[in-house]
């Protein structure tokens, strides 16, 4: 049985760091996770969206993903850690909300979380 460990967050300057992802209408909106340098095995993706309004997330090793949805839902004020497709370089990142809202969804690097 595998053991579990506690999510930890990376911490540094720059690099490493939570990215906010704001979204501002139903089309996708994209930003990059850069962990160059700073391996990360996990993302820990949080909804900060009302209820009422969910969010697909698409993360990729491509530059600037477009998120539709048919991508992974994320329900409003939930918060889910994903392994990361990237864990030493740039993750592309992507949104796309049921509805037009002007909050943000925040993708915070780090390790551990996963079963």
């Known amino acids: 049985m595998p053991s579990q460990q506690p999510f930890q967050p990376l911490t540094g300057a720059t690099t490493g760091q ?11 909106t994209s930003g990059t996770l850069d962990c160059t340098g700073k391996s990360a095995n996990s993302i ?3 909804n900060n969206i009302a209820a ?15 998120a539709t949805s048919t991508d992974v839902l994320l329900p409003p004020l ?3 850690i994903f392994a990361n497709p990237n864990p030493g370089g740039k993750t592309g990142l992507a949104t796309i909300a049921s509805a037009a809202s ?13 079963v």
């Open 18 to 28: 939570a990215v906010a992802v704001t979204v501002a209408s139903q089309s996708s």
């Open 44 to 46: 820990m993706v949080f």
């Open 52 to 66: 009422g309004t969910s969010v697909w997330v698409r993360m990729s090793g491509e530059a600037t993903p477009t």
């Open 78 to 80: 939930t918060a889910i």
């Open 102 to 114: 002007n909050a943000s969804v925040y993708f915070t690097p780090g390790n551990g979380g996963l």
